[in-house]
């Protein structure tokens, strides 16, 4: 069993940057692969990025690529997502959510255990 719990979400303005953080509860953390999904208002949940447990295989949806990384720390079990350049389209609900697959997918199915999410706005 692993519980999720994101953290640091806010408002930003157009070309700000957040962090975001999701800490993992259980023993078995390390051997999850990891990824972070977004919601905006009226839209479906989709995939942002994922890594995998051992941190080298990394994915990013290409409307983010070049400007967000992932990241994790198997010793803190916590993974972020670093948003630089961020765009008022950028504005969702973010979910941090873990696999039991070696690499995680970009689909919601390929998760099994997810986060409340945080809120992020980017104002124009």
């Known amino acids: 069993q692993v519980q999720l719990v994101e953290s640091g979400g806010g408002l930003v303005q157009a070309g700000g940057s957040l962090r975001l953080s999701c800490a993992a509860s259980?023993?078995?953390?390390?051997?999850?692969?990891m990824g972070w999904f977004r919601q905006a208002p009226g839209k479906e949940r989709e995939f942002v990025s994922t890594i995998a447990w051992y941190s080298a295989t990394t994915y990013y949806t290409d409307s983010v690529k070049g400007r967000f990384t992932i990241s994790r720390d198997n010793t803190k079990k916590t993974v972020y997502l670093q948003m630089n350049s961020l765009k008022p389209e950028d504005t969702a609900v973010y979910y941090c959510?873990?696999?039991?697959?070696?690499?995680?997918?970009?689909?919601?199915?390929?998760?099994?255990?997810w986060g409340q999410g945080t809120q992020v706005t980017v104002s124009s």
């Open positions: 959510a873990a696999s039991g697959r070696i690499v995680g997918g970009n689909r919601y199915n390929d998760y099994d255990y």
């Open positions: 259980g023993r078995t953390f390390s051997s999850y692969a």
